[in-house]
């Protein structure tokens, strides 16, 4: 049992490694030597795990496919404010992508010309705020000019924007300027000045109701995260 | 003069074989053969205009430099409408992202971790927003409560995001998102309906008035372009 938890937990930390790694040098300048020095272990060790550097950069992937997932969370058509949950998800997602190597990397790989994986994160995220955005839609409150395929698209681009900007300059905060982005974005999207305001009252304690029978729900599968 | 001529075309040929070859497969893995076969000319022609990859990297670089400075063009004080000459360049610089070899290949190397350049577009083109919103600030143009820091972010990194997002899905059509993008910004950052409304038409010609002195001119240097 120690064994196993012994394998588990290599696996993890090569591939946080990896994720490091590939994110500093891109996919293509990096090496197994590297990524194996980096997370502590044998070259043997790391192929005992995975067989080549391609099947480690799927890992990444997937890994940073379930964190994004654990972030979005399940849409529930019952939240009191689609819009704010809108606005702070990607929030924290430009946090985790600032502060957390897989999904880091993960992303990286993602706009790395010499990767070629069968996951595309921007489109996940991209789902999930045009999912968000009906919500909103369905529930009044967005602007009625505003268009979903317009807002959803400008969303998507202005997080994957930053995140990329910020990869050549650390010292620019990804997570603020996605809010600076929020700050001129929201009022447009809400329209109304009243539930602008109160999307913006970031003050306000979150109020859930108490959630419903699954019929109520959009339940993501298997979003559930361990932490 | 016809070898000085056919020299400096094999060296723009190679310029933008370099280009298309480092934005397909990465700087990292692009190699000279490939740049060369796809410029049709010898290893050893290509070794005499340049020393190695990274002198080609270097010269994609500064020509993506160039145009992006040719597109941007002198900044006027006089200019009718500000805004609408923002989203006027946003637009055009996204169609050339698309459409031409060397500068969608000089933003390709300014994202990619394998390439450690001297030159950010990405950075020059922010500059330039945040010159053209100020502009636009002085003219009374912008919203008062429009902060310039968070739109000079938010423009740049919309363009970005649409950029990188379009690489891998070539079917996305990286203008018409701009275009999205600013119908839902740009009544956010007029803020008055009727400017609002003006900056929007896109029927209306564009009337330029006659140049005055230079003094009432921002001339960026060196902004002419060759076709």
Redesign the interface.
Known sequence: MAQQHRAQSTRQELIRSAAEV????????SSITTISSRAAVSNGALHFHFKSKRALGEAVEAAAAHKLLCLTGPVSLRHPDPLRHLVDTSEALAREIKGDAVLRGGF?L?????WHGGV?L??QWHDWVHLMLTVARDRGGLAPD??L???G??I???????A??S???PRASSPR?VS??W???L???AGDGTRRQAAADRTAPMVWPAEGSPEQCWELEGACCVA
Do not use: I, N
């Not at 590939?22 to 300048?29: N, P, S, V």
């Not at 993602?110 to 010499?114: F, L, N, P, R, V």
């Open positions: 590939f994110h500093r040098c891109g996919y293509a300048d990286s993602c706009d790395d010309a010499g595309d921007w489109e505003v268009d395929a317009d807002a698209s400008a998507t681009a202005a997080v994957a924007g930053f990329v900007l990869r050549k300059q300027a600076g982005f700050r001129l974005m009022p447009r999207l």
